[in-house]
C-alpha cells in the first residue's frame, strides 16, 4: 500500500510540474488556442457554404465538422503535452536527472499524460463553445454525458499512442517533435475527421477499424447529433474497442518508450539537445 502511495504521489508530482510548466509558457499556450479555433473555423464555415444549398442538414453539417475539428485539436494539445516534456526537459537541462530519478517509468509517463489529457479537454471545450457561438446550433439532442464519457474512454488508448510518439524526440532532437506530427495526422485521416469512413477507399476503411479515433469521433457524433445515452448501442459500440485499444497500446507504448530509452542512453542522444 506504502509503495503505491508514493507512486501515486509522483506521478501527481508530475502532474503538477507540467501544470507549472503551462504557466511558465502561458502566451503560448493563448497562441495555440487561437490558432486552433481560427482553424476550427476555417473548417466549420465550409459546413455552412454547403447548408446553402441543403438547409434542413446544415446543422447536421455544422456538427460533424465542428466535432471534427475539436477531436483534432484534443488529439493535438494530447499529443503535444507528452512529446513537449521530452523537449521541455532538454531546454531545461533536466532530462538525465528526470531519468535517473527511482520511480518507475509507468509512473512518469503515466503523470504526465494525465496532465496531456486534462489540458487537451479544457482546450477542446474552449475551443467548442468559442467556434459553437459562431453558429445557430440545435443541441437541444445532445447528450453532453455520453460524449464526455465516449471522450474519456478514448482517452485511454490515445496515451498509448501519445507515448509511443514521444520516442520520436527522444531519438531525433532536432524534428522529432515535428514528426509526431504525422502519426496524429494519419490516424485522424484514416478515421473520417471530416467525413464517415465510407467515402473512404476500401482499403482505407478496412485500417479505419484499428484506429481509436474512428470509434472517438463515431461515438461523439451519436451523443452529440443524435443524443444517444451511455447505455445504447450506438455508444456502447464504440466503448470496447476503445478499452481494447487502451488494454494494448498502453502496455506497448511504454515497452517502446523503454526500448527508445535504453538506446538513447547508450549512443549519448540525451546530452544532445538540438
Not at 479515433?213 to 459500440?237: D, K, M
Request: with cysteine; proline share 4%.
Amino acid at each position: 500500500m506504502s509503495t503505491l502511495m508514493h507512486q501515486g504521489r509522483a506521478a501527481y508530482a508530475f502532474f503538477e510540474r507540467n501544470w507549472n510548466l503551462t504557466k511558465r509558457y502561458w502566451a503560448w499556450e493563448i497562441v495555440w488556442l487561437i490558432y486552433n479555433i481560427a482553424n476550427a473555423l476555417t473548417v466549420t464555415f465550409i459546413a455552412k457554404l454547403a447548408g446553402e444549398t441543403d438547409p434542413v442538414k446544415e446543422n447536421y453539417y455544422i456538427l460533424v465538422l465542428l466535432i471534427g475539428t475539436s477531436v483534432w485539436s484534443y488529439l493535438s494539445v494530447t499529443f503535444e503535452g507528452v512529446t513537449d516534456v521530452i523537449n521541455i526537459e532538454r531546454w531545461e537541462g533536466t532530462i538525465e536527472h528526470t531519468f535517473m530519478a527511482p520511480i518507475s517509468r509507468f509512473t512518469h509517463l503515466i503523470g504526465s499524460c494525465w496532465y496531456a489529457i486534462a489540458h487537451g479537454l479544457l482546450f477542446s471545450v474552449l475551443q467548442l463553445l468559442i467556434v459553437g457561438a459562431f453558429f445557430h446550433l440545435d443541441l437541444g439532442h445532445a447528450n453532453y454525458l455520453s460524449a464526455l464519457f465516449i471522450l474519456l474512454v478514448g482517452s485511454i488508448s490515445f496515451i498509448g499512442f501519445g507515448i509511443a510518439s514521444s520516442v520520436l524526440p527522444l531519438l531525433f532532437t532536432e524534428k522529432g517533435s515535428q514528426m509526431s506530427f504525422i502519426i496524429r495526422a494519419v490516424l485522424l485521416l484514416f478515421s473520417g475527421v471530416y467525413y464517415p469512413i465510407d467515402v473512404l477507399p476500401v482499403w482505407m476503411q478496412k485500417v479505419a477499424i484499428f484506429s481509436p479515433a474512428t470509434y472517438v469521433l463515431e461515438g461523439l457524433r451519436n451523443a452529440i447529433i443524435n443524443g444517444s445515452p451511455i447505455w445504447s448501442p450506438q455508444i456502447l459500440n464504440n466503448t470496447w474497442p476503445l478499452i481494447l485499444a487502451g488494454a494494448i497500446s498502453i502496455p506497448l507504448g511504454i515497452y517502446i518508450f523503454g526500448v527508445a530509452e535504453r538506446y538513447s542512453k547508450r549512443t549519448g542522444r540525451l546530452k544532445r539537445n538540438g
